[in-house]
């Protein structure tokens, strides 16, 4: 059974407006870890944020946010006022377990095309 | 600050040869990983290693090889490539010491063809 979902293949923004990529995941494990990372053209993974699945509130880091529904596992990814360079593939990632091993789990990913 | 970082950036090589791609991390972290990503699968975790001389198998471990008798270096190597190996591989370490996140940070990737 597929762990991370993104069922956005593509979305498309303007610049300076939100927009939100979606990312549910499926787990039995009580604590667990979900994180995002930016993959530009140039291909590096770049670490974005991260929810813990005890966290109260949801997790913010400048510009991304996000939107925590642990009811409905999803963990979506809020990027507001977009920017150019916000262009990217986009990977929801969920790591069971609070501590100790780290494996990921990585969705398919959303491709991200920030218009002027 | 080197942090982590492949060699070769790319490669390729024909079927049934043998390629090793190398993994250095400067940050000292017990956590290694290979990763490989191909459109429509995300990245997908072959091997990992929680410290030297510790492996263990990932979601694709068939026709790759790890090791690790440093913990800086983390060698993939495919025993007899095949066509099916052509991939973008990265390699990723991460330590507990920056709990809960241990997030991992990510090398810059070898481009492999197999031909």
């Known amino acids: 059974a597929q762990k991370i979902t993104q069922t956005q293949p593509g979305m498309f923004v303007q610049e300076k407006e939100a927009v939100t990529l979606d990312c549910t995941y499926d787990?039995?494990?009580?604590?667990?870890?979900l994180f995002w990372y930016k993959q530009p053209s140039s291909g590096e993974m770049i670490f974005l944020i991260y929810?813990?699945?005890?966290?109260?509130q949801n997790a913010t880091e400048g510009r991304y946010s996000l939107n925590f529904q642990k009811a409905r596992k999803s963990a979506n990814l809020v990027i507001s006022a977009s920017q150019l360079g916000d262009s990217a593939m986009y990977f929801c990632a969920m790591r069971e377990g609070y501590t100790g091993f780290q494996k990921l789990v990585f969705g398919t990913g959303t491709r991200l095309l920030v218009s002027p | 600050d080197a942090g982590i970082t492949q060699s070769p950036r790319y490669k390729i090589t024909e079927t049934g040869r043998q390629v090793t791609l190398m993994c250095h991390q400067t940050?000292?972290?017990?956590?290694m990983f290979w990763y490989r990503q191909d459109l429509g699968h995300g990245l997908r975790l072959i091997y990992y290693s929680a410290a030297a001389d510790i492996t263990d198998k990932g979601e694709v471990p068939d026709g790759y090889v790890v090791s690790r008798s440093k913990t800086e270096n983390f060698p993939l190597t495919l025993e007899s490539a095949t066509r099916s190996q052509t991939s973008v591989y990265f390699c990723a370490s991460s330590d507990t010491g920056r709990a809960p996140y241990n997030e991992q940070f990510f090398g810059p990737g070898t481009r492999l063809t197999v031909l």
């Open positions: 929810q813990g699945s005890y966290d109260q």
């Open positions: 940050w000292s972290h017990s956590y």
């Open positions: 787990t039995s494990d009580p604590s667990y870890g």
